[in-house]
DNA sequence: CGCGTTTGACCAGCGC
DNA sequence: GCGCTGGTCAAACGCG
């Protein structure tokens, strides 16, 4: 996925005017009604209500995108005030150990779309986590939900580190499979990678971190870009994420991670995608 | 040929 | 103790 701090600028250097926020207003620079007296035949009529569909289409993309936006950021700013032990539910069956980490935060901002994320726990101390924390003491367990196409049957969630999958299962509660990922950039590092799509919305996919790197970031192009979403998803040592037991998100972290899901979501979109090329044609004829 | 993925087998934890 | 289930291993396989 290309960044989307290079796809805002094509977009904005097209004069598209896409804004992210609740408050800004989303203008396009073909307007229904617009040009109607300019002179032509009738292919330039057809072609002139073709782009003005396509122009319609396109703000109701963004009207959607900017409402998925605001709902998100209100729920968010609801996590964030709001201690993950308040929100974490009994575990339904109990039955493994792991299970207790299943529905904890994220059903929640998973519907609000878009991407939804995030809960990172550590197992010390925790009285429900006592059994664990007796295998693996110290063990944070974080998660992030990314929403990917439905029809994308590849379990990758791009997070800028290098894994190496070593598993896969059927679970009993999930008829989706959850594959089994390990941390192979560095031989000794510890962390470990579950991902799963979500057994409601099955364009959710779920990854389970265990463990912290015990390296930096691969200095790989798209592992820069990625970044943030590691910082927000995989625990690290980096204090100033970190808050009172729970993870608190930078707002700028947050931002491009939420603008890089949005733009992986928009140029997997067919339509958007054909509608985009039909605008910037248009755009280059008018010149 | 090397590396990553797939997939069936195996192991360990847990509940009954 | 047994069966179920999740997690891991490792041989087979595919791809560049």
Redesign the pocket.
């Known amino acids: 996925m290309e960044s989307f701090a290079a796809a805002a600028t094509d977009y904005t250097s097209l004069n598209l005017g896409l804004h992210l926020g609740c408050g800004g207003g989303s203008k396009l620079p073909y307007r229904e009604g617009e040009q109607q007296g300019s002179p032509g035949g009738g292919a330039l009529e057809a072609e002139l209500s073709r782009m003005n569909d396509e122009n319609r289409k396109l703000n109701e993309k963004l009207s959607i995108m900017k409402e998925s936006y605001c709902a998100l950021r209100t729920q968010l700013m609801c996590l964030m005030s709001t201690s993950p032990t308040d929100r974490a539910p009994a575990s339904p069956s109990?039955?493994?150990?792991?299970d207790s980490f299943e529905t904890v935060g994220s059903d929640d901002v998973i519907a609000a779309g878009v991407v939804a994320a995030i809960c990172t726990e550590s197992t010390s101390g925790e009285d429900d986590l006592c059994?664990r924390t007796r295998e693996e003491p110290k063990v944070k367990i974080s998660k992030i939900s990314v929403r990917t196409s439905p029809t994308d049957t590849t379990l990758v969630v791009k997070d800028g580190y290098q894994?190496?999958?070593?598993?896969?299962?059927?679970?009993?509660?999930n008829p989706s499979p959850?594959?089994?990922f390990r941390c192979?950039f560095a031989p000794s590092c510890p962390v470990?990678k579950?991902v799963q799509r979500s057994v409601d919305d099955r364009s959710i996919l779920v990854a389970t971190y265990e463990g912290e790197h015990n390296h930096p970031l691969p200095s790989q192009p798209e592992a820069a870009a990625a970044a943030t979403a590691c910082k927000v998803a995989a625990p690290g040592s980096n204090g100033e994420l970190e808050t009172a037991g729970h993870r608190r998100i930078g707002s700028w972290g947050f931002h491009r991670l939420l603008a890089e899901q949005m733009a992986s979501s928009l140029t997997k979109d067919p339509d958007f995608t054909a509608a985009l090329a039909s605008a910037i044609s248009g755009k280059i004829l008018q010149l």
């Open positions: 109990g039955k493994r150990k792991a059994k894994w190496r999958k070593y598993g896969q299962k059927i679970t009993r509660d959850r594959a089994y192979s470990k579950k």
